[in-house]
């Protein structure tokens, strides 16, 4: 039976969790490019409206406030909205970050860890992908909970289902690596992951 989780705050107080979301830093660092390359649009635009060049001026002055309106709005620093799976010592998370929602799988559903490159539903690239053994009620509550569409996941086997996930914000071979040996290597490895990834 699948664990339904309806907050991920209650989720995140666990201690001993791998989170695949984007390193903090990376993320922080972007997003305060893309803010400061906003703003100086901004000014470059005001500037060219001053000098009289006013339909250049207002088109740049346009763009540039949606990209530092969009950059600022609070939910885009929120880091958890992009979380996709979360493991600890039993369960295996699939995680819907903006809807604050995650499924739990028992880890000895995982079937297989797929290396393998994919293509996702909306164009992405999917690093690596999970085969999970779902029975009806678990792929049920997958697609009602999660929204996954028929496209993201598909079934190799019987009663077997592909789940793919990008590297968010990770180096591929990293990463897949790293959660090639939690999986495979046990409890034991969750400190040990964790800490390679913050490197």
């Avoid at 984007?22 to 000098?51: D, E, H, N, R």
């Avoid at 909205?81 to 604050?100: A, C, E, F, Q, T």
């Avoid at 591929?172 to 290597?185: A, F, M, P, Q, S």
Wanted: glycine share 10%; aromatic share 10%; proline share 3%.
């Amino acid at each position: 039976m699948a664990q339904q989780i309806d907050d991920l705050k209650v989720l995140l107080r666990q201690k001993k969790l791998f989170i695949l979301k984007p390193p903090m830093l990376k993320y922080f660092a972007t997003l305060g490019v893309l803010a400061g390359c906003a703003l100086a649009g901004v000014v470059w635009s005001l500037w060219q409206i001053q000098q009289g060049t006013v339909r250049v001026g207002w088109i740049g002055l346009f763009f540039s406030a949606v990209v530092l309106l969009l950059v600022a709005y609070p939910r885009n620093w929120r880091v958890d909205r992009l979380i996709s799976l979360i493991i600890d010592d039993h369960w295996i998370y699939l995680v819907n970050g903006p809807k604050n929602q995650a499924l739990g799988i028992r880890r000895d559903q995982l079937v297989a860890f797929n290396k393998q490159r994919m293509p996702g539903h909306d164009g992405a690239i999917l690093g690596f992908s999970l085969d999970l053994h779902l029975g009806a009620e678990e792929l049920f509550q997958l697609q009602q909970q999660l929204g996954a569409r028929q496209e993201s996941w598909f079934e190799v086997g019987d009663q077997i289902y592909r789940i793919g996930f990008t590297c968010n914000w990770h180096g591929r071979k990293k990463l897949i690596r790293e959660i090639g040996r939690l999986l495979e290597g046990g409890d034991d490895k969750l400190d040990e992951l964790k800490l390679a990834l913050s490197n």
